[in-house]
Each structure stands twice: as structure tokens, then as C-alpha cells.
């Protein structure tokens, strides 16, 4: 199973980005975002990225999904939608995971079934070599040259942020 | 507004701006892109009516997905050609992308259909930032990328610019929808030269810029944003009625006066580079925006428009000083005997 942990793991990510994107109610939304923010890390550790899938779970979901959850918590009316409860949500939820099991049906078995339509191949945008020369671990020394050569960057990038907080604070205040 | 938040965004705006002219990795553009959007909202938000609200809504939408094509289109530019700088877009997919959300970004047809419903709603002034300084950064891109640019799709989106902001100009009562269908005409002529001479591109925003700020400085004096309550300015300030007549013709590029420099420039370029049915074409449609431009004209300088009574005797009050208008109304109009100047440029 661990030769095809990431093919799992990139179905089940697949399948509840088409969870949230059915929309139902945010507070469901964010919970199908808690599943495949954990699933997209497993997928970005699996190719040697640990220290980035560690910054997903502690930013991504132990920061910003929570203060989301609570402002939505805050925010929703008292009978949120389900997945099941409107017939256009559990409609384009089955379709998105159709389409989805008609995708997997195709990768595992396009040998032995007549196949109408091929894609031409996944080309450039296959990864077969992370590339790194296996002595350190090219992701930690990006991170380590964002706050070297890349002082820049992470000035641009924090004044961003904060305008962005003093924007909306600004829109939402009204009169 | 809170004066030094307003200061703080303000400033972004323009480092939004600076970043996208000054840097040279794809991505630092964007950032630029994404912070300059992202500070004028509050600017075209200024006065809290559900009108700005829909207008600043509708150009965020807009102005994001411009960002996401572009974004795409630097990704694919990465994929081809494994760098990040600014020189040239090396792949044909990813110079159309990028060319259609520089053009979603200036308001060129056919993406032209927010530019007077934004301007419509929001405050003179802030229209006056919209029109003008958020030209800048796009233009300044697509000057980089001019030697990859595909030219089909630029002059087809150039000059249908002309024809739609000439002609869709020629209904409007209100001013700054004028002002926004004079904006996207003349971002059409830009970008006709761009692939043949860049640097008339520059002159002609150049140009632009201060005619389009006069104009709305004028604008803001006499406090009107409609035809009607422009016609009223031979009572209030009857110099400003004479400079708005001055200045309208200079827009719509009736020679001697500085708005025939570009329009003169760019037709001698396009017959240099051997097309002589284009810039026939431009010029009999820039004739459309002349035509409202004269209307403008009439109604307020050269005749008496049809008005109530008591409209005809207004109360004097205290009027509007804008130091930075009579400079302007020199420069657009009075700057033509310098175009021998031009020589200098490359």
C-alpha cells in the first residue's frame, strides 16, 4: 500500500475538495477543509516536504481554519445546510465524485478497457525526481533563504497582510 | 476616514504600483498587482452608499480574476522556460493569457464592460485615481512584454477599444461614464503601437494622464457629474467654462492643441510600419469620441443650455482652490509645438 499511499491520499483529497466546493454550510465546509488540509500534507510529506506539511497543520489549520470555525460558528443561521439536506448540494456533490471515480476507474485501468477519449499524457507537470542531492533537505534551506535573500520578499509580503487586516477593517466599519 | 489610515492606504496604493514597475521576478509583479488592488478598495469605498459598494465589488471581481490569468500565464512562462525574470514571455499560450489580463486590467474591449459601471459609481476623485494612476502598473508590463506580444490579438482588442469607446460614449448624459469611455478609446490607441514604437505608448499615457486629470480636476471645481449641472459653470466660474472648452477639444485630439501629439505620433508610426487602412480606421473612429466631446462643449461653453430660472442666478459661494490646475491646463493644451522634442526619446 505504500507504493500507492499518494494516489490514495491525492483521491481523498480530490474527493473533499468536491465537499467543499458542493457548498454547503461553511461550518461543513471547514470541516471537509480540516480533512484535506491533514490529506494535503500527508501528500507534501511524502515528497520529502516535512517541514512545509507541518507548517500547513500548524498555520494553515491550528491558525486560520480555527479563527475561521469561530467566525463562522459566530456567524451561521440555526439549521445549516447538510450535504443531504438541498437536492442541488448532494447533486453536485455525487457528480464531483462520479467524475472523480470515472478519473481513478480511467488512471488504474485504461489497459484493459477500450478507452474513447485519452489524455495526452501528464507531461511536464509529472514529478519523477524531487531533484535535491539528498544531503540536506532543499526545502528547509528555501525557507532559510526567504529570510536571507528574500528580506524583500517577506517585507512586501508582511505590509500585504497588514494592509490587508486594515482594509478590511476598513470596508466592514461602515459610517 | 480615519486621516492616517487613509494615508497608509494611499501609500500602498502607490507601493502596490511601484513594485509591479520596479521588479524584475514575475512574482514580486503580482504581489504589486494583489496590493495595489487590494488598497484601492477602501479608496473607491470612500463614501459608504450601497452604489460604491456594488462599483468597488464589481472591479475587485474583475481585478482578481486579471490577477489569477495573469498568474497563470507567469506559471506556464516558469514551465517553458524554467525562470522567473521579465525580459520576454517564451511561450505562445502564455503571452495570449497575459496580454488578456493586462487588457482585462486596463479595460480594453472586449473586457471593457466595468470600466463606467465602476466610475459611474464611485466619487470623482477616486475616479480620477481609477482612470489615471491604475493604468500605470498594467501598461508598464505590457511594455516589458512587447517584443513577445501576439499582434493579432493586440490590434484586434486595440482597435475595437477605439470603436466601443467611441461609440458607447455617444448615449451618456453622465461624466463619468464619458470620462470612462474617453479612457477606454484612448487605452486602444495606446496599445495599437505598442508592438511598432513602445516608446509612443508612453507619450500617449503620458499625455492621457494629464488631460484626464485636468478634466476631472475641472470637474471636481464645479462640483457636477452630469451634462446639466456642468452647463451651469458660465454662471459660477466663467473661466472654467472657457479652460473645460480648451481642454475637451485637447481630448479629443483636434490639433494645435497637445491631445494631437499622440494621435499624430501613432498614425505616422502605424504608415511607417506599412498598415494604412489601421490607422485610417482609428482616426474616423476617434471622430465618434470627438463627437461627444463637442457636445460636452456646446452645451457648456457655447451655448446657453436649457435650465430653470432661479438656475441662471446662482449664490456665489466660496470656491474650490485646486493649486495643481492651472499647470495642468497649460500642459494639455499648449504642449504641441514641442513634439521636434520627441527626438530625444528612443
Known amino acids: 500500500m505504500m507504493t500507492y499511499i499518494v494516489f490514495i ?20 465546509g471547514g470541516l471537509v477543509l480540516i480533512v484535506s488540509g491533514g490529506v494535503g500534507c500527508g501528500i507534501i510529506m511524502n515528497f520529502g516536504g516535512s517541514f512545509l506539511g507541518l507548517m500547513v497543520f500548524l498555520i494553515y489549520l491550528g491558525g486560520m481554519l480555527v479563527v475561521f ?10 439549521y445549516p445546510e447538510v450535504w443531504v439536506s438541498n437536492t442541488t448540494v448532494m447533486g453536485v456533490f455525487l457528480l464531483g465524485l462520479l467524475m472523480e471515480v470515472m478519473l481513478v476507474l480511467y488512471v488504474l485501468k485504461s489497459e484493459e478497457v477500450g ?31 526567504l529570510y536571507s535573500y528574500g528580506a524583500w520578499v517577506v517585507i512586501v509580503t508582511g505590509w500585504s497582510l497588514l494592509v490587508g487586516v486594515l482594509v478590511i477593517l476598513e470596508v466592514t466599519r461602515g459610517d | ?46 463614501k459608504y452608499n450601497p452604489r460604491t459598494m456594488e462599483a468597488s465589488t464589481k472591479y ?50 472586449p473586457f471593457h464592460f466595468w470600466v463606467p459601471e465602476v466610475t459611474q459609481g464611485i466619487s470623482l476623485t ?21 517584443p513577445s506580444i501576439n499582434l493579432n490579438i493586440l490590434l484586434t482588442m486595440a482597435v475595437l477599444s477605439i470603436l466601443v469607446g467611441g461609440w458607447g460614449g455617444l448615449n451618456q448624459t453622465q461624466l463619468r461614464k464619458i470620462m470612462a469611455y474617453s479612457s477606454i478609446a484612448h487605452m486602444g490607441w495606446m496599445t495599437a503601437v505598442l508592438v511598432y514604437n513602445p516608446t509612443l505608448t508612453m507619450l500617449n499615457m503620458l499625455i492621457y494622464i494629464m488631460m484626464t486629470l485636468t478634466m476631472f480636476m475641472l470637474f471636481i471645481h464645479s462640483s457636477s457629474t452630469t451634462t446639466l449641472s456642468l452647463s451651469h459653470t458660465w454662471n459660477k466660474t466663467p473661466l472654467i467654462t472657457t479652460l473645460i ?19 499624430w505620433m501613432i498614425i505616422q508610426e502605424l504608415t511607417k510600419n506599412s498598415s494604412i487602412i489601421l490607422p485610417t480606421l482609428m482616426a474616423i473612429m476617434a471622430l465618434l469620441n470627438l463627437y461627444f466631446y463637442m457636445r460636452l462643449t456646446y452645451s457648456t461653453s457655447l451655448t446657453m443650455f436649457p435650465s430653470t430660472n432661479n438656475m441662471k442666478m446662482k449664490w ?13 491646463i497649460v500642459m494639455s493644451s499648449l504642449l504641441l509645438p514641442l513634439t521636434p522634442m520627441l527626438s530625444i526619446l528612443d
Open chain 2, 126 to 146: 477616486s475616479g480620477l485615481i481609477l482612470l489615471t494612476w491604475q493604468k500605470l502598473a498594467p501598461m508598464s508590463i505590457l511594455y516589458q512584454i512587447s
Open chain 2, 245 to 263: 472648452l480648451i481642454t475637451l477639444l485637447s481630448m479629443g485630439g483636434l490639433p494645435p492643441l497637445s491631445g494631437f501629439m499622440p494621435k
Open chain 2, 316 to 328: 456665489q459661494f466660496e470656491t474650490k482652490r485646486i493649486t495643481l490646475l492651472p499647470p495642468l
Open chain 1, 115 to 145: 478507452v474513447v477519449f485519452e489524455f495526452s499524457g501528464v507531461g511536464d507537470w509529472a514529478i519523477y525526481d524531487t531533484g535535491d542531492s539528498g544531503v540536506f533537505s532543499e526545502e528547509i534551506m528555501g525557507v532559510a533563504a
Open chain 1, 69 to 78: 470555525g469561530y467566525t463562522t460558528a459566530m456567524a451561521t443561521e440555526q
Open chain 2, 1 to 46: 476616514m480615519n486621516p492616517l489610515i487613509f494615508t497608509t492606504i494611499l501609500m500602498t496604493v502607490l507601493l502596490g504600483t511601484m513594485i509591479v514597475m520596479m521588479s524584475s521576478h514575475w512574482l514580486m509583479i503580482w504581489i504589486g498587482f494583489e496590493m495595489n488592488l487590494l488598497a484601492i478598495i477602501p479608496i473607491l469605498m470612500k
Open chain 1, 9 to 28: 491520499l491525492s483521491v481523498i483529497f480530490v474527493v473533499s475538495f468536491v465537499g467543499f466546493s458542493s457548498k454547503p454550510s461553511p461550518i461543513y
Open chain 2, 60 to 109: 475587485f471581481l474583475t481585478q482578481a480574476t486579471a490577477s489569477m490569468l495573469l498568474m497563470m500565464a507567469i506559471i506556464i512562462n516558469l514551465m517553458h522556460s524554467g525562470q522567473w525574470t521579465i525580459t520576454k514571455v517564451f511561450n505562445p499560450t502564455a503571452s495570449i493569457i497575459m496580454t488578456s489580463a493586462l487588457a482585462m486590467k486596463l479595460g480594453l474591449t
